[in-house]
């Protein structure tokens, strides 16, 4: 098993977690990036370049897909509900889409923590032997490049589904 080094920030003291949970924490993110998002994660809200220019492939980066997913379910029943109501939808589009950018640079460091630490409380309740549960959680953690383009993908199926409605029911 990986010797854990701790990095060189830790929590403040309202947000303190025992060191075993630290230690998986930061497994979960991966090495490159685990100094970056302990900082970050010491404040409520910190700024995500990444989140706010790439949002929905910085998702599916960080292996997020389920958000991916009802964010564009949400943008496909706006666009039925655009498209029903007859209003133009350029406007809304461009406004939700600068929204979510917004958002998730605002928010995406403390959504990623969240899930972070949901997935390393799953993980505990596992009845694996510690080093399996460190292996799981780089499994289940990190970045994938999968992931993105996954994202992407579903992207252009959104993109497709909008094309398509826009053409039957207009």
């Not at 998002?37 to 998702?59: C, E, G, I, T, V």
Request: charged share 20%; hydrophobic share 45%; glycine share 10%.
């Amino acid at each position: 098993m990986d010797q854990f080094t701790q990095p060189s920030t830790s929590f403040s003291a309202d947000r303190m977690i025992d060191g075993a949970d630290q230690a998986k924490l930061a497994e979960f993110v991966g090495e490159k990036k685990r100094e970056f998002y302990f900082r970050k994660w010491q404040k409520d809200n910190s700024w995500n370049w990444a989140a706010f220019f790439l949002p929905l492939f910085w998702l599916g980066y960080r292996k997020m897909l389920k958000p991916v997913v009802y964010i564009l379910l949400g943008f496909i029943a706006i666009d039925i509900i655009v498209l029903f109501t007859g209003i133009d939808g350029a406007a809304i589009s461009r406004g939700l889409g600068y929204g979510l950018a917004g958002a998730l640079g605002i928010t995406g460091n403390m959504f990623y923590r969240k899930h972070a630490e949901k997935q390393v409380q799953e993980v505990n309740q596992l009845s694996i032997s510690d080093e399996e549960k460190m292996h799981e959680l780089r499994k289940r953690g990190g970045t994938s490049g999968k992931g993105a383009f996954l994202a992407v993908l579903m992207f252009v199926g959104y993109l497709i589904i909008t094309f398509g409605l826009t053409l039957t029911l207009t």
